[in-house]
């Protein structure tokens, strides 16, 4: 059983910077994309970046892209959002996710962390 746990999150003022980490326990984390989501209030859950099991590969969403980097540390379990020029609209809960062996950063994702606060304040 995989756990995932994030840390990193805070209150940060817009055109700051924040770095969330997701440490990984429990299974062979190592095989499988992870990726961050966020949900913000009122709104649906987003999905924000992928990364394939190496770390060849990365998929940010076109609402990040230029300003988030994911990226990850197989030999130490953590992925890592690395947030850059914030913007209020991106205040949300953020959220660390695993697929399964073999699946791609499309998901489906099947391991979820308990989810970290970033607040941007204009």
């Known amino acids: 059983q995989v756990q995932l746990v994030e840390s990193g999150g805070g209150l940060v003022q817009a055109g700051g910077s924040l770095r969330l980490s997701c440490r990984a326990s429990?299974?062979?984390?190592?095989?499988?994309?992870m990726g961050w989501f966020r949900h913000a209030l009122g709104k649906e859950r987003e999905f924000v970046a992928g990364?394939?099991?190496?770390?060849?590969?990365?998929y940010p969403a076109d609402s990040v892209k230029g300003r988030f980097t994911i990226s990850r540390d197989n030999a130490k379990n953590t992925v890592y959002l690395q947030m850059n020029s914030l913007k209020p609209e991106d205040t949300a809960v953020y959220y660390c996710a695993a697929t399964r062996y073999g699946l791609g950063y499309e998901g489906p994702y099947s391991y979820w962390g308990q989810g970290t606060q970033v607040t941007v304040s204009s």
């Open positions: 429990g299974g062979a984390v190592s095989v499988r994309a």
């Open positions: 990364i394939s099991s190496s770390g060849g590969s990365t």
